[in-house]
């Protein structure tokens, strides 16, 4: 079972590990939300689960334990850990199964497709859109776990290309290309837990994204298994042999096919990594910085701009410890960084020589546009603790407070507007109910041509599960509804999985599906693929 022994049940990372919310933080959220119930840890009573229907002989490793069951039952939405937390879980598989080949996963995929039996891709199980949820109980499934696929396969020097099996997390991704020198620079915010499979199959984007790329920038090839056979596109720089099957498969979330290998495009090792902060007087002086270093092609490898609510909750949280934080504060209004003000933080990484060139234009742009340099502790603090961050949704639930995250990215033009839209609607969702939600937002992946917003929405909760995820889903429904109605995009980097499967014909129209629906059918023509992921979708944000 490796590593998925040691995942907490109902809650991010790893049992043990922990990242509390501080006081000051707990303070600010009873300012706006009020008082909440904690969310027990646990149903406080055994798990039951009904047997898993017995299968047949599958050429590969197959467990019915039942914690490996429940584990792979669901992924990490917020309504994933509240129903995982009160033991109402809904369905589980009935087993999960772990091939260790290529050959293995087409073998389970002949069975499966022969005997009738559903089966789940599961990466790293991180999907925050029901993309790993068990539907029912109609049919027997099976959750297909790459773990064991999770091997530097090949490494071609010279070309600066790496092959790793599918399920191969991110630090070992990055251990395995640090030993030659390399590294992939493809940092998600699940990056602990999440797959280089899953990266591909959902079109995750890194927090370096700005010099690394998104993973549709990364693949050079890969290897797909599918009821009907297999696609084998090996790596090249650039090719003009029809469509690139190899974006097919981008985004196709487990429906065309099992990818078991992918070949990467990887960088030396940067000496350094360096992420500096400032504060902007507003978010629009921010956003014109943000927008110009990324036009004018300053070397930067992250960006994020918090706008003025993010901002003070980090200002909060970071200056609480501090004895100075009324003199800051003082000085900071005299200098005229109100409660409009926006933190930036800036970072680059490579050689001493790289890094500071683009500091330094990065400094020169926020000079015009009278940012305050704040230094480098905010942003190594930042570093170090981005990929514990997440923990922080378990300390909420135990104080009584729900947090999600949602995210769309439009043109330059437009994305104030976007942004204005979607945080009317979060913050106004449970309003009919006397309920307030309080929401930040950020940009984080700057294009030439715009750049994603990221939304992270906090409400309070009750002692009865089925009560907050109605909220949940409530504040879910009004901004996918707002970011549609905006013709913005349904998702810049988490996917569509069951839960936004149902608006995914208003953003690519009846064509759009049909043809997504025809690959479909040509590489798994019985279904048995992840049914309700992108296709075929029922509203199932309550399930
Ligand atoms: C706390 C947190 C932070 C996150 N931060 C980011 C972020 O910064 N950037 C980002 O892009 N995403 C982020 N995500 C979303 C999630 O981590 C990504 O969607 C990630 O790419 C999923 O990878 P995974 O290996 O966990 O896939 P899973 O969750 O296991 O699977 C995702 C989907 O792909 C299918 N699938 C998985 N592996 C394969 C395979 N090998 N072949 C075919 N189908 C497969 C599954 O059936 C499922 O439908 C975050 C999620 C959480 C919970």
Redesign the pocket.
Known sequence: MGESARRRLGG?GFEGEDFPPTGEFLRWLERHLGTGVAVLRGPGRPWRLPAGRELPELAAEVSQDERDRLTHSR???LPDILRLRAGAVGFTPDAVCRPATFEEVGEVLERCDQAGIRI??????????G??NVIDDQVPTLSLD?ER?GELENFDERSRLATFG??V?GPRVESSLAELGMTLGH?????E???????????????ESLGYG??DDMVAGLR?VAPAGSLELAPSPGSAAGPDLRRFVLG???R?????SVTVRVHPSPQRRVVQAALMRSWDDGLEVVRELTQNRTPLTMLRLSDAPETQVAMAVGLQASRSEPLIRGYLRVRGFGPRACLLLFGATGGSKAIDRAIDGARSVLRRHRGLPLGSKPGAKWLRDRFR??YL?DGLLDSGYATD?LETAAPWSALEEVRDHVRKAISGALTDRGEAVAVLSHISHPYLDGASLYFTFFFRTTALVEQNIARWAKIKRAATRAIVSSRATLTH???I?QWHAPWLPEEIGPSGVAALRAVADALDPKGI??PR?LLDPVDRLEA
């Not at 837990?193 to 927090?207: I, N």
């Open positions: 991010w992924g990490q939405g789940i891709p599961w990466g790293g199980g991180t999907s925050v859109t993309g790993v790459l696929l599918a399920g997390t940092f998600p915010q699940s990056w837990l999440s797959t280089l499979g899953g990266w591909v199959v959902t079109r995750s984007s890194g927090q998104r993973i797909l196709s979330e487990g065309f096919g099992i990818v078991t961050h997440p949704r995250t980097h988490h996917g999985g693929l992840n992921v």
